[in-house]
């Protein structure tokens, strides 16, 4: 267990994620939470997340989460699935005191979304795999009978990075990876990874080309904006508006590839800062 700095009402939101993924939960809580401040943090210089061992992916959640409550963050968003996979249990473990919430694929949503039952889920590969994971699909399965389709996106996130939104590149990795499913009968697409809202139009498209324009796409953005809005309410940590909020901005890779991203992503042109959090070794994550 880790001491938390003295936090008020005032202190910002820690938001982070591998890169730009978690800026599509991050609009969501800027819609609903205009008056809090926060800090969002891109590890953009040791994405993607989802091609590394879990265990790795856990040692760097847990520095990147320090490195925010050194900014002197009252609560925490994991904005990344793959990060709440490996690492949420041991965050919640160090910082028993501290609102943290996480994201997870929408399964739930999912299964009662989908007219026919059966839905597919699109994921890092560390997602997919994680113990978490399954136990959830388990879950949700035998309560609604629902059928999911596991497919990892290996590639994905890193053009989604490059700012390949549209490009023939993207679309034909896409298509690889979505149009098997449909061919299953899918009629419901789980975005599985905060990096996928961002090429949303692009799945959809290949969906209605492919004769199913009624494809539901399930993001939970919103609904991870809500719970932090719970959460801090419980715990009385809801800055109470008086002044603009601030939008602090750190990443580990290019800040002015970060700017751009802001820029053409969510319209925002806040200062961006690049840091060094250090060397994470490559040990097991203590528990
Ligand atoms: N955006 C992250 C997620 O939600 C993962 C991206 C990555 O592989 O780095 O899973």
Do not use: W
Not at 26 to 46: K, M
Not at 203 to 227: F, H, M, N, S, Y
Not at 241 to 267: E, I, M, Y
């Amino acid at each position: 267990m880790q001491p938390v700095p003295a936090m008020t009402a005032d202190a910002p939101i820690g938001v982070f994620d591998s890169g730009v993924g978690g800026l599509s939960v991050l609009r969501h809580i800027r819609a609903q939470l205009p008056q809090e401040h926060l800090v969002y943090f891109a590890d953009s210089g040791f994405a993607p997340y989802g091609a590394k061992p879990e265990r790795v992916v856990a040692e760097r959640s847990l520095a990147v989460a320090q490195f925010l409550l050194e900014q002197g963050a009252k609560a925490l968003v994991v904005a990344c699935n793959t990060a709440t996979i490996a690492a949420v249990k041991l965050l919640r473990a160090r910082y028993p005191e501290l609102p943290i919430v996480g994201v997870e694929p929408g399964l739930k949503p999912a299964a009662a979304a989908s007219r026919n039952g059966k839905v597919a889920v699109l994921a890092t590969d560390v997602t997919l795999a994680g113990e978490k994971f399954l136990s959830l699909r388990d879950q949700i399965s035998s309560a609604s009978d629902a059928e999911f389709f596991l497919r990892g996106c290996p590639g994905l996130v890193e053009l989604i990075e490059a700012g390949e939104l549209d490009s023939a590149r993207t679309r034909a990795l896409l298509e690889g990876y979505l149009l098997p499913l449909l061919d299953q009968g899918a009629d419901t697409v789980v975005l599985g990874c905060t990096h996928y809202p961002f090429v949303q139009a692009l799945i959809a498209d290949i969906a209605a080309q492919a004769g199913k324009p009624d494809t539901v796409l399930v993001d939970t953005g919103q609904a991870v904006a809500r719970q932090l809005a719970r959460l801090l309410a419980a715990a009385g940590r809801e800055r109470e508006g008086g002044g603009l909020a601030r939008l602090d901005v750190f990443t580990t890779g290019s800040a002015t590839a970060l700017a751009a991203a802001l820029h053409r992503l969510l319209g925002l042109a806040p200062a961006v800062s690049a840091v060094d959090i250090g060397h994470i070794p490559l040990v097991p994550a203590a528990n």
